[in-house]
């Protein structure tokens, strides 16, 4: 057991599987000779050689291009975009050749790839460099969602992630980098789909998402001292969903909030407040409410975008407004 | 212009060569054909008049080689030997389709031959052939990667980021732009400030510049085993640009009305598989050779179209198969 930051996580976790798979290799802007620009790959150029861990061009096409036919032709790889806005220059090549080509191809291609990007606001950097893109990821077939929230499911999502046969897309929060926790050595590796209990509670269930989730804590923390049981449900990924967790729980508390970092209109707490009212609407005591981001790009001054991102008081509100 | 081939093919070689063009051609004229009888549904984007580029590379081919192309992409994949019926069946949207009817003309692929693809969106494949090369790098295989593309496609982003990549890694790819003049309907002389689109670009990724006669099989044949064995052997990516020309319009919907008569009548005149006949002839081939090439390419298609004809749609069941490697689509549990 050792004290680990979710940056260090990021980096453990790659070694991890890259010691156990030759055919696992990284790849990026920066992410070789300089260890990433958040830090998070430092140290696996020297432990595992220049032909696994490489420098690219700022080239994000290329990039992600390159891991999916490297992935058609027998690697494992690693992508790292450096943000995940950067997303959106080669939105092309994730949505319409990844995600795509196994249907397309029934079956004769698979991509067991992972693209690796910092996802996500707090950080003051404005609006090109702060969003919450996971809602564009889970909106494409194909593509399978993980964003973790804490250093120990780094490792054991990155694990998940590299193993997985088809392509991932891994947030990694740039807000959570500093964070850290006492992580148990060896071998850590978890499943996709399934949602993590951080809290257990009778009158209300909270469902959050990688920096969400320490905010829903914070917030449950807050409502035990008023007498509310708040459950928080820690997604990790939105695909696979794991629906069961949410709406076992529902049928406990009888109450559903969903804390969300991305803007307002057709994030996932949308999906996930769709799902309940189809199928538990009559194990909820009142109205679904969703606490995101107001539907703005992040503005970059530090008391505006503390405004826009959902905090615990905002939980609070949401959740004793119910009652 | 390169010159005319500057190394012996074996004659055997050239039958190949022949033989592959035949039967490409009789693939595309029956491709229109159905579609017009509404058989083949969708759309097409046909490869007539741009054999000899497809011949030529894959000839010079090894059989774990990989070839990337594009929507019109027929060609390049029946080439490299993926079975006829069912690349007709995938047009036609029958179950016994290469790809059980999800992928479509445009999305023609045997990765069993090493034909790892048809992409539709212009460009977009440029990365993915270099990225298939950095692993043949990586795991030391020996294979080398084609990746064709018309001239449209050079005024892509990924065009220039995946040529960058590539060159600066040394990957054993192979970028050959079939440059038959237009993009869509536009001519490309009119959106590039060069008279080459690929060869002009080349020196600003240190490449050599290579422009070579698309509509003569051997001239192909040479360059593509040139540049793939430099390749292969650690010399790095080529750039070749193919002057070719589609004997259709760029898709089912365009009947090619933009382009000068005597242009298509300059072009007709220099049709690959009507030269190839004329020089092998010239040469001391049997014409009976050549005409039971020609005949069986006939009865190849024939057969084919009777079996499309009776074959059925994809079952309706496999409509939610094969997203996730596990052969379903489940998200949830």
Not at chain 1, 211 to 236: C, F, H, K, T, Y
Not at chain 1, 292 to 298: A, K, N, Q, R
Request: aromatic residues 6%; hydrophobic residues 45%; proline residues 6%.
């Amino acid at each position: 057991m050792a004290e680990l930051t979710y940056r260090a996580a990021v980096a453990r976790g790659i070694a991890q599987e890259m010691e156990r798979d030759p055919s696992v290799v990284l790849i990026g802007e920066d992410v070789a000779a300089a260890g990433g620009v958040f830090k998070t790959t430092s140290g696996l150029l020297e432990q595992f050689g220049p032909v696994r861990v490489r420098d690219t061009p700022i080239s994000e096409e290329a990039i992600v291009g390159g891991i999916m036919g490297a992935a058609m032709n027998g690697l494992r790889p690693i992508g790292e975009l450096m943000f995940s806005d950067f997303l959106a220059t080669c939105w092309d090549i994730v949505v319409n050749q990844i995600a795509k080509t196994r249907y397309m191809t029934n079956g004769q291609v698979s991509l067991p790839l992972v693209i690796r990007t910092a996802n996500g606001g707090g950080t003051r950097f404005g609006g090109q460099h702060s969003q919450s893109a996971e809602n564009w990821a889970m909106a494409i077939p194909g593509l399978k969602v993980v964003a973790p929230s804490t250093p120990r499911d780094v490792v054991g999502l990155l694990a998940a992630s590299v193993r997985d046969p088809d392509p991932v897309i891994f947030f990694e929060h740039k807000n959570l980098f500093a964070t850290k926790e006492d992580v148990p050595d060896g071998e850590i590796v978890d499943r996709l789909g399934e949602a993590a209990f951080r809290t257990m509670g009778d009158d209300v269930t909270i469902v959050a998402l990688a920096a969400m989730v320490p905010v829903a804590i914070e917030a449950a923390g807050l409502l035990a001292a008023q007498g509310v049981s708040a459950e928080v449900i820690d997604l990790r990924s939105l695909v696979p969903l794991d629906t069961a967790a949410f709406l076992g729980s529902v049928a406990k508390t009888g109450r559903l909030v969903t804390v969300e970092e991305n803007p307002r209109l057709c994030g996932w707490g949308a999906e996930i407040a769709s799902i309940a009212a189809e199928e538990c609407i009559w194990d909820l005591d009142g109205p679904i409410v969703r606490v995101t981001t107001p539907h703005i790009p992040l503005p970059a001054a530090a008391e505006l975008e503390d405004l826009a991102i959902p905090d615990a008081q905002q939980v609070v509100r949401a959740v004793l407004a119910m009652a | 212009m390169a010159e005319p081939a500057t190394v012996d093919i074996d004659p055997s070689t050239r039958l190949a060569l022949y033989r592959s063009m035949v039967r490409a051609r009789y693939f595309e004229q029956r491709a229109y054909d159905l579609f017009m009888e509404g058989i083949v549904k969708g759309t097409t984007h046909l490869g007539l008049g741009q054999e000899a580029v497809a011949a030529g590379f894959a000839e010079a081919m090894n059989p774990t080689d990989m070839t990337f192309c594009t929507y019109r992409g027929h060609n390049h994949t029946l080439l490299r030997g993926a079975p006829m019926t069912p690349l007709m069946g995938e047009l036609a949207g029958r179950d016994v389709g290469i790809c059980g009817g999800k992928g479509g003309s445009m999305h023609l692929t045997d990765v069993s031959k090493g034909a790892m693809g048809s992409y539709a969106i212009v460009g977009a494949h440029l990365p993915i052939a270099a990225g298939a090369a950095w692993a043949a790098q990586v795991r030391q295989s020996g294979q080398v990667s084609v990746c064709f593309f018309g001239d449209g496609a050079t005024n892509i982003g990924a065009f220039h980021e995946a040529v960058n990549f590539a060159a600066v890694w040394k990957l054993p790819v192979v970028f050959v732009c079939e440059n038959n003049l237009y993009m869509e309907y536009t001519p490309i002389s009119a959106v590039i400030p060069v008279p080459h689109p690929a060869a002009d670009r080349a020196a600003s990724y240190g490449l050599e510049s290579i422009i070579i006669d698309g509509n003569d099989a051997d001239v192909v044949y040479d360059m593509a085993t040139r540049t793939i064995e430099r390749a292969r052997s650690g010399g790095g990516p080529a750039l070749v640009e193919a002057l070719t020309y589609r004997h259709k319009g760029h898709s089912r919907a365009d009947p090619g009305k933009y382009r000068p008569d005597e242009e298509v009548a300059a072009w007709m005149a220099r049709d690959p598989i009507v030269l190839y006949r004329e020089r092998l002839t010239a040469a001391g081939f049997d014409p009976t050779l050549l005409d039971e090439i020609e005949q069986a390419g006939l009865a190849e298609i024939d057969a084919t179209t009777m079996e499309i004809r009776n074959a059925p749609p994809p079952p309706p069941e496999t409509m939610m198969t094969q997203l996730w490697a596990d052969g379903g689509s489940q998200w949830r549990n």
